[in-house]
């Protein structure tokens, strides 16, 4: 309706137009030239105004969304420092199972070496071939053996657990991984919002932050109101009666 | 004594089983939630509970909770070995009836002081 009362109103000035030009009035010409040309403007001025509107309240939108302010500003360098810390604590547990397989094997090994020559003589006193003096030397090797045995038993023992103790990283940098992975859900869900926000403005949901659960602690993030160690737990677990 | 170990991750449940075994405790066994371990307590004459906090489906708080609120296994000594290391956290545990608290990572020796405080207390 708008563009044929448009087109309508635009006819009657070009006509006006014409007749004035074949009548030689210059000036008032001049006049509706200008009024024929303010129509484009017009509607020139509209369009962008429309669009400015649409665009400040796609805008104000997403900004009301606080998960996106959040997520860029700390949780995605709060993710990278997460992953940082998984590669610290896989690295430092390969070093730790590194470390006592590469103390506990010269023990095993020296062990069997020792027993095989014990072996050896121990073959030669039931055949009879020791001397009395080769025989109090064997006597005095077997004590010796059987002490390094019960010793290195308990060495190799430490070792072994420490080892075992080393493991605990899967648990910790696993559910380090889970938290990162959920967040790289949250930020698809946001591009997808955003890339579907050009075609549809819809009205945004502030969401709130339930009580999640932390997980292990990370040096450097997670201070807040997280206690330092096993100490502090006791401490605390004291304080209140325990 | 017979010992119910709780956590998602079979590798942490492999360390706890080994570090009991050390200990002398051998008769154990594990669920990978509350939603699996609690049935098991309730029909298994479990003598101890050691679960971690942050499960998904039955969390060990939750799973602390039903075991107080069920007449009979009200008295289960429960110890949590858990990640979570928010003060707060800590003293709702505390309020819920835990018998120990332990952070992780932790140590062989801790693990064994705080059970061996637990059974003292149990059997004063």
Redesign the interface.
């Known amino acids: 309706m708008v563009r044929l009362e448009e087109n309508n109103n635009r006819l009657a000035l070009a006509k006006q137009l014409v007749d004035q030009l074949e009548s030689g009035s210059a000036q008032e010409a001049e006049q509706t030239i200008d009024l024929l040309a303010g129509f484009n403007e017009n509607n020139l001025f509209r369009e962008v105004g429309r669009l400015t509107r649409e665009l400040h309240n796609a805008i104000n939108g997403f900004l009301l969304d606080t998960r996106i302010t959040e997520l860029a500003a700390h949780e995605m360098p709060d993710a990278s420092e997460r992953l940082n810390y998984v590669i610290q604590m896989t690295e430092n547990a390969a070093h730790t199972s590194l470390g006592a397989v590469e103390a506990g094997l010269p023990l095993a090994e020296e062990l069997g070496s020792e027993a095989r020559v014990l072996a050896n003589d121990w073959q030669r006193f039931q055949q009879r071939e020791l001397s009395v003096e080769e025989f109090r030397v064997l006597v005095r090797q077997l004590t010796d053996f059987l002490r390094t045995t019960g010793d290195y038993s308990g060495k190799l023992h430490g070792k072994l ?1 420490e080892v ?2 080393a ?6 940098t ?2 380090i991984i889970r938290q990162v992975i959920t967040l790289i859900r949250d930020v698809e869900d946001k591009l997808v919002r955003l890339v579907s926000l050009s075609g549809d403005v819809n009205k945004q949901r502030v969401v709130k932050p339930g009580t999640v ?5 990370v040096p450097g993030l997670d201070q807040r ?3 330092s ?2 100490d502090e ?1 006791d401490d ?2 004291s304080s ?1 009666g ?1 | 004594m017979k010992i119910l170990v709780v ?1 998602d ?1 079979s ?2 449940r ?2 706890i089983k ?2 009991l075994r ?1 200990l002398g405790f051998t008769n154990t066994q594990e669920a990978d939630d509350g939603n699996t371990g609690l049935p098991m307590l309730q029909s298994g004459n479990f003598d101890f509970l050691i679960t971690d ?2 499960m998904p489906g039955m ?1 060990g708080i939750d799973l602390l909770k039903a075991v107080r609120a069920d007449p009979r296994l009200s008295k289960l000594p429960v110890l949590l070995v858990t ?9 709702e545990a ?1 309020q819920a009836g835990v018998n120990g ?8 020796t ?1 693990l064994e002081e705080k059970i061996s405080k637990i059974f003292e207390r149990v059997q004063a």
Not at chain 2, 83 to 91: F, L, Y
Request: charged letters at 20%; a negative charge.
């Open positions: 657990s075992l103790m493991q605990d990283y899967q648990d910790l696993g559910q659960l932390e997980g292990p602690a109101d997280q206690v160690g096993q737990v605390l677990l209140l325990f | 956590d991750f590798t942490m492999r360390i080994n570090l050390d906090w942050n969390t990640a979570e290391s928010k003060r707060e956290q800590i003293i505390a608290y332990v952070v992780k990572p932790f140590t062989a801790t």
